[in-house]
Every structure is written in C-alpha cells, then in structure tokens.
C-alpha cells in the first residue's frame, strides 16, 4: 500500500521503532507511520536479532520507502536497540514506537505542531489499549495544556497521584510522545541495557523531572496492542537482579530529585508497590486475620470471585490459592486465559467478595461499574486502596528509610534495594 502524502513539508521528526520477532504486526505498525497525515523526516527500524520474517519484512519496506533506514543487529533487548536507534537520528525530535503497536494517522502531526509552537521538550498523548476482543481508553489525568514554571511544579508533584493507584497525570510509557531528540538521547542512553521491564519509566520519569516544557496534548493517539501471543511478564531465573538494577537506578533519579519534589519519595513507594504487584505480588501483599494489604478487609474464610486475569490478575490468583484463600471463580471481561469465566457467569455464582485484580485506578473504576450493573452490591467489591498504600508510605518514610522486603524470584530469598 503506498501512502498518500497530504502535506509536502515533512516534519523535523525522527521515529525509533525496536523490532523483534513481530513479523504478523510490522506491516500495520509500519503503514501507520507512513500513513500520517504529514511525513516525519525519517524512520529508523532497529532490527534486534529477529529470527522471524521481520528483518526481510523491514528491508522490503526501505526499498520502496528512501525515509526509512533499517538497522540490522545483534539481540541485545529493547533498551539496546533504543540506543542504537538514537545514535542515528538526524531531527530536532524524536518518538518511539513498540513495532507491534500502531498510531492515529494524525499523532505525529498534531505532537509535533505543539512542540514546535511552544519549543516543548516533551509532548504526550494518551492512549488507546486494543485487546484482541475489545478496546479501552487510557486518557492523561493532567489537564491539556503548556507546563512550564510553576505549573511543571504542580505536573512532577503528581507524577502519581497519591489517592489514586496507580493513576499519573501523563502516561509514562515512552511511547505516545515526541522528545527533543537531546533531552531523550541524555536519558535513554544513561538506562542499563539489561533493565527489561519498567524500561521506560526510567527514561521518561527523569526526563520529565528535568524539562522545561512539557507538554500535555489531552488527546489519544497511540494504540498499545496486548496480545494473547505476548511473553511479556514471563519470569526469568535473574529477574531479582534485573528488579534490582531498575529500583537502584530509579531511586537514584527520584533522590536527585527530592530537594525540587517535597513528595517525589512517596511518589516512588507508589511505583514500586505498582511494579511489584505485576512482577511478584508476595512481595507486597501482607495478611493479619481478616485484613489483606494493599485490599483491605478480605477474611480468609470468604468465597472470592477474582476479577482481572492480566498479569496483576495472575500474580494474585497464584497468592490467594498458595495462602489458602477461597478463589471460587477467576473472571474478566476477555476471558482468554484458562481457567477464566466471562464476567456476565458472575451473576449465576454464590459468593462474598469481588476482587479486583487492577491497578490503574481508572481502569479498575471501569471494573467496579461494570460489576455493580452486573447487580454485584458495592459493599462486596474490594479494589486496590490508595490510602493503605500512601498510609505505609508515610511510615516507612518517617525514618527516610524505604521497605526492602525479600524478592521471591526462585526462592532465592535476596534483598534488592
């Protein structure tokens, strides 16, 4: 499919796609960059090892396409091929993108009028979240609008919302932005490549805390596609060290911080309960008699239905049945894991407590009203409390000490902060 060109000038836009073994989604990702409504400048495909058809798939597309260069490398993961990519940008600004996503025809277009109107540093959009079987929207919670001055104070004291887990005021994916290219090259390249999840928080999150301007477009134009297919969140026999290395590096970013963001400390106690919640939910959840932390009263005497079978949603199904908890039955809205109901089952089973296995605060509101008009009562739902978590928060930074409890990632019992 050639695309149509609508504007002559090509934007001062670089886009950075990693690629790696996506070869049924490349073509998509691909049409959507040279679809946009006005050209980038340039587009350059890292190809990361791929032993699929991805890499005969991109220098089929740089053949018919001068705008876009394809790098061949070794396997080396994301961060590495980020890298990589960067080295070869040419633009004022750059953007990233996931080759198994896509983008509205429009994104780069209208990011790129703000940055270039407002001499931005960062620009963002939200997002949409395409599941196989439906689609979901992941707004920004910060109003639209220029950052600068005292309004980037309020943006970067609200990084997380500290009454509502986990919700921030921009989507901290790397993805779904444009960057001057400076600002993004300082940040990504300074990121270990063997960090393998939670790789853009550490780009993005020092990024922001050090910007002039940034940003918030109030519009959603990315489109994050989960598969069924995915690995991601598969558990590796070094994942304790790899946890290690993202904490002590983001740590490190948000103590630089700390004398500009009076709450960025508490802000980062919020990250690391939501990151270990979908890495390794024993570490965070504690019981004493009917209580259960970060969910509130939950006896253990309850029959559970368990809603969300995502990764949070499994972390927890594998805690509930190991600590002897009730789980009489494990739904979602797309139940496509074994095991799992389709919501609408719930009305026909006998239980006391609703249990959600969500942790974006506005996705997991979505939850909660679409089981009260499944006719589940209110007083049997239990979510994800804010207060519980902000409350050990402020204990465990009275002393400014920060929790260092035991990883149990092969039971191999080490601390990692």
Not at 178 to 203: A, K, S, W
Not at 290 to 297: A, S
Not at 339 to 357: C, K, M
Not at 387 to 411: D, F, Q, T
Request: proline fraction near 4%; aromatic fraction near 10%.
């Amino acid at each position: 499919m050639q695309c149509v060109k609508k504007s002559a000038a090509k934007l001062p836009l670089s886009v950075v796609a990693p690629v790696y073994n996506v070869g049924p989604y490349l073509s998509r990702c691909l049409e959507s960059i040279l679809g946009q409504t006005q050209l980038v400048r340039e587009i350059i495909c890292v190809d990361d090892g791929s032993t699929d058809r991805s890499g005969e798939i991109l220098d089929q597309y740089a053949e018919r396409y001068p705008q876009l260069t394809v790098l061949h490398k070794e396997n080396g993961g994301l961060v590495s091929a980020r890298i990589a990519g960067l080295k070869l940008v040419t633009s004022p600004y750059v953007a990233c993108i996931d080759s198994d996503d896509f983008v509205e025809p429009d994104m780069f277009a209208t990011l790129m009028d703000i940055a270039l109107r407002e001499d931005a540093d960062i620009v963002t959009s939200g997002f949409y979240r395409d599941y196989e079987t439906y689609r979901m929207e992941d707004p920004e919670s910060a109003p639209a609008g220029v950052y600068r001055s005292e309004r980037i104070e309020w943006l970067l004291s609200h990084i997380i919302f500290l009454d509502r887990f986990y919700q921030s005021s921009v989507v901290l994916s790397l993805c779904g932005k444009v960057f001057r290219t400076e600002v993004l090259r300082r940040f990504q390249n300074d990121v270990n490549p063997r960090i393998v999840f939670g790789e853009d928080y550490v780009v993005v999150i020092p990024a922001m805390l050090h910007a002039n301007c940034i940003c918030v477009s109030g519009k959603l134009l990315y489109h994050y596609c989960l598969r069924n297919d995915s690995i991601v969140g598969t558990k590796r026999i070094d994942d304790a060290e790899r946890i290690a290395l993202y904490f002590r590096t983001l740590r490190r970013k948000f103590l630089e911080a700390e004398e500009r963001i009076p709450n960025i400390l508490r802000q980062y106690c919020f990250i690391w309960t939501c990151v270990m919640m979908i890495r390794d939910a024993e570490a965070v959840i504690l019981q004493d008699g009917d209580y259960l932390y970060p969910f509130g009263l939950v006896p253990q005497w309850a029959d559970i239905i368990l809603y969300g079978a995502g990764k949070v949603g499994k972390e927890i199904k594998v805690y509930l049945d190991h600590h002897g908890y009730r789980v009489v039955a494990w739904a979602d809205k797309s139940p496509n894991r074994p095991g799992v109901i389709a919501r609408e089952n719930i009305q026909s089973i006998t239980y006391d407590i609703v249990l959600i296995s969500i942790i974006k605060a506005n996705i997991a509101d979505e939850a909660v009203e679409d089981l009260k008009q499944l006719g589940v009562p209110q007083e049997k739902i239990r979510r994800i409390d804010a207060k519980l978590i902000r409350e050990a928060a402020e204990r465990e930074l009275a002393g400014s000490v920060i929790k260092k409890p035991n990883v149990r990632m092969g039971n191999d019992g080490r601390q990692f902060l």
